[in-house]
């Protein structure tokens, strides 16, 4: 099978039917053999019933529905598990990106050697306060700290080649960050393609602002993983050792320097009045619980069990 579509979705009940027939559409004129994967994300509104009619009139067409909204990180994962195509396109459900791109993404995957493509919205129809500033803030940020030289991590059209999809975890939120999971699993070879961003035509963003944050907060996440995931003992380790010398070198220059006061009979205080020596025990303190932290982090990678990512309500 050339191609397996996936596209998650919440609550797009008018959008559907025009993305499938423009999908089928392009399909054919293009003589591509195909699945389209629907991942209903806990939609509320009558998604599931459009997808159900969907695959009654094509047989293409398969559907997951989860029990409630898990997010998009997790439809991925689900998507990625069931996914039979040679190249993999994620796409989002509400017409704002173009399936008219996916028979040169999906050259760029077979012909060109890429693993991963990702789409560039190069020209958007956001708004400037809104979205596009804060975007660009964002893919900043995401370049230098991942190294991954991409302008466009949000952007919902990539391609990717079947090894990659089975051989990532996409879990949280870590679906901006997929090629930086790539890049991590070893696939090294990630390009990027200038897209047509269509402005929404149905219903409304279920993202707001704070998708910025916590954007943030997971690339510190997913920064921290890649560097210090597999031994946590580096990075805590080191810190807590780091910070106990410093405290108990600290500590012992306190009691030094008091023997040598009363060895010359020089006026001294109480070592508990002086409040450099709770500084130091302080010290000697968070640096204990920083090695205690890095030593059970490495315990909880080798005794780990899988956590549970979403519940399947129904499957097509």
Known sequence: MNLS????????????????????????RHNFSYEIWFIDDGSTDNSWKIIENLSHENSNVKGIRFFKNYGKSQALHAGFARANGD??????????????????????ITNEGYDL???????RYDSVIGKNIPSKLFNWA??????????????GLKAYGKNVVKNIEVSGEMHRYIPVLAKNAGFTKIGEKVVQHQA?????????????????????TIWFLSRFGKQPMHLFGALGVLMFLI?????????????W??????PTILVTDNPWFYISLTTMIIGTQFFLAGFLGEIILRTKNNEERYKIAKEI
Not at 117 to 123: E, L, P, R, T
Not at 143 to 153: A, I, N, Q, W
Not at 251 to 256: E, L, M, R, V
């Open 247 to 259: 405290g108990f070198i600290s500590a012992g220059f306190i009691g030094f320097s008091k023997l």
């Open 87 to 108: 190249v993999i396109i994620t796409m989002d459900a509400d017409l704002q990106d173009s399936p008219d791109e996916i028979p040169e993404l999906y050259n760029l």
């Open 117 to 123: 493509v990702s789409g560039w919205k190069k020209k």
């Open 5 to 28: 579509i996936l596209i998650p979705l919440l609550n797009e009940q008018e959008s559907l039917p025009e993305l499938h027939n423009w999908i089928k559409e392009v399909m054919i």
């Open 142 to 155: 995401a370049r230098k700290t991942s190294g991954v030289k991409l302008h466009d991590f949000n952007c």
């Open 200 to 220: 929404r035509k149905y219903g409304e963003s279920k993202f707001g602002m704070n998708r910025f944050i916590n954007g943030f907060l997971d690339l510190i």
């Open 261 to 266: 006061k009363l060895y010359h009979q020089e």
